[in-house]
């Protein structure tokens, strides 16, 4: 078998009312995504996405008449890309999207097959009051959500705090919560300080007393021996390792036992293959995997196939914050991934990654 094409198509949905991340400071007006499409000698074609692939392009001559079967030399050819420009992880699982078909198999079975669903955490993006952020707790836990998680901006922590603290008082002990503080890495263009670690301690010390399963990203990536002092001097979980862009990177994390949840992104910073290597190797350490989802539908998808292949937890990571961030949206070219009514998100069957692509969305909003 020979890959005889990859097509990309971008496409951007507008968003009315905007989408105000607390990571970023601009607010987004709409979402760009890119559908990648390899196709084979064989008929068989492979669908992937989560990353914007910009000036792949370049590099499409080094795929093509290449076995997609191949997958370790694949992800070789792709990492020597990564590292002199961008992360074009959606090729790979793409790639695993064929294997799947040919092998007449979910690709989660390839991956391990430990589970055929994985709870599923409300992930929130935006930054809301005290009260507002507990009503959505209290609307995700009705919708079957069992957690959920806040984030909470440098520059509001007293405010985060409280949306936390109010969320906790309003849905109980027996609804996880987690805190996300967003240091690990930077949007573009932001050069602010991060929060030293004294400030970080005094956070983690009111937040463990609510309850917080984990605090995310607390710190600068160089800042391991940080990290775990959080760890010790609070007792607080701390999760980290999303947008890590090399094996060596997260290994190198590993072996210092730097958090308790490791989370790389599939489609964002290390692909599948690897992933399942981050994810054996906290395992062996009796840390946890549980990757980072922030993409798009078949982003969350090919995370889930590898999440459930290793039998990754406690949650699953959902992109979820409504009105600003639903299903419909994140999954705007294809058919919206949803929890079923206890909080789990089900592995599709068929075999692959198991997408439904809206071919009509697709044209739609083509740029």
């Known amino acids: 078998m020979k890959i005889t094409a990859i097509r ?24 760009a995504a890119t559908l990648v499409e390899v196709e084979t000698d064989d008929g068989v074609t492979g669908v992937g996405s989560g990353d914007t692939m910009d000036g792949f392009e370049a590099f499409e001559h080094l795929f093509l008449g290449t076995d997609p079967l191949q997958i370790l030399n694949q992800v070789r050819r792709i990492e020597t890309i990564n590292f002199h420009g961008g992360r074009y992880w959606p090729l790979e699982a793409a790639l695993w999207d064929i294997i799947g078909q040919v092998a007449g198999l979910p690709v989660s079975i390839l991956f391990g097959g430990a589970r055929d669903r994985l709870a599923a955490y409300a992930s929130s993006g935006e930054l809301k009051s005290p009260e507002a952020r507990a009503e959505a707790a209290l609307a995700a836990r009705e919708l079957g959500f069992r957690a959920m998680k806040i984030r909470i901006a440098r520059d509001h922590l007293d405010e985060g705090i409280a949306a936390v603290r109010a969320t906790r008082e ?3 002990p027996d609804f996880d919560l987690m805190v996300d503080l967003n240091q690990m890495w930077r949007m573009s263009g932001d050069i602010e300080a991060a929060l030293p670690l004294a400030r970080v301690q005094r956070v983690a010390v009111e937040l463990n007393e609510l309850g917080v399963l984990w605090l995310e990203e607390p710190l600068p990536q160089v800042d391991i021996s940080g990290a775990k002092r959080v760890r010790a001097e609070t007792g607080i ?4 390792g999303e947008m890590v862009r090399s094996l060596p990177e997260l290994n190198a994390l590993i072996e210092a036992d730097a958090f308790d949840i490791y989370q790389p992104d599939v489609a964002l910073a290390v ?3 690897r992933a399942r290597q981050v994810a054996e190797s906290a395992n ?6 549980t990757p980072h989802t ?12 590898v999440a459930a292949g290793v039998d990754a937890g406690p ?8 009105p600003g961030w639903t299903p419909e949206r994140r999954d705007f070219f294809m058919t919206p991934l ?30």
Request: charged share 20%; aromatic share 12%.
């Open 284 to 289: 062996l350490r009796h840390r946890s995997f």
């Open 8 to 31: 990309l198509t971008r496409m951007s949905l507008p968003l009315d009312p905007p989408f105000r991340a607390a990571w970023d400071p601009t607010p987004r007006t709409s979402f």
């Open 338 to 367: 949803t929890i079923d009514a206890s909080g789990d998100l089900v592995v599709p069957t068929r075999p692959g990654l198991g997408a439904e692509i809206d071919r009509d969305a697709v044209a739609r909003y083509a740029v």
């Open 271 to 273: 692909g599948m293959y």
């Open 237 to 240: 979980q701390i999760a980290g």
């Open 170 to 172: 309003a849905v109980g």
């Open 294 to 305: 922030w993409s798009n539908g078949l982003g969350l998808l090919a995370n889930l196939h």
């Open 315 to 322: 949650y699953l990571e959902f992109p979820f914050d409504p």
